[in-house]
């Protein structure tokens, strides 16, 4: 059964920085891409980040513009977001998502990512 479960999100003030976690079970997690979406109510999920399966290629969506990090631990099985200059137009829920293919090179649409952590609330107060 695959898990992914999130932590790190909460409550920030403007120009302030966030960790967030996700931990993954289930999978292969060396074979697997990962990827970080958010989501507004009414909207639809975009791609925050999303590194490949080795940590040699990210992807950043535009709004990010520098501020935010994506990363991985092998041995920890584990997906990071770091997430620096954080401005109110950034809350909203987080999730971690993994693709339903190994060896995932695609173009971060969200029907490519059969697995999703619970959401995380992250709020940046003005």
């Known amino acids: 059964q695959v898990q992914l479960v999130e932590s790190g999100g909460g409550l920030v003030q403007a120009g302030g920085s966030l960790k967030l976690s996700c931990s993954v079970s289930?999978?292969?997690?060396?074979?697997?891409?990962m990827a970080w979406f958010r989501q507004t109510p009414g909207k639809e999920r975009v791609v925050v980040a999303f590194?490949?399966?080795?940590?040699?290629?990210?992807y950043y969506g535009d709004f990010v513009k520098g501020r935010f990090t994506i990363s991985r631990d092998e041995a920890k099985s584990t997906v990071y977001l770091r997430m620096n200059s954080l401005q109110p137009v950034d809350t909203t829920v987080y999730f971690c998502?993994?693709?339903?293919?190994?060896?995932?090179?695609?173009?971060?649409?969200?029907?490519?990512?059969?697995?999703w952590g619970q959401g995380t609330q992250v709020t940046v107060a003005s």
């Open positions: 998502a993994l693709p339903e293919d190994v060896f995932y090179s695609g173009d971060y649409q969200s029907d490519d990512f059969g697995y």
């Open positions: 289930g999978r292969t997690f060396s074979s697997y891409s």
């Open positions: 590194i490949n399966w080795s940590g040699g290629s990210t």
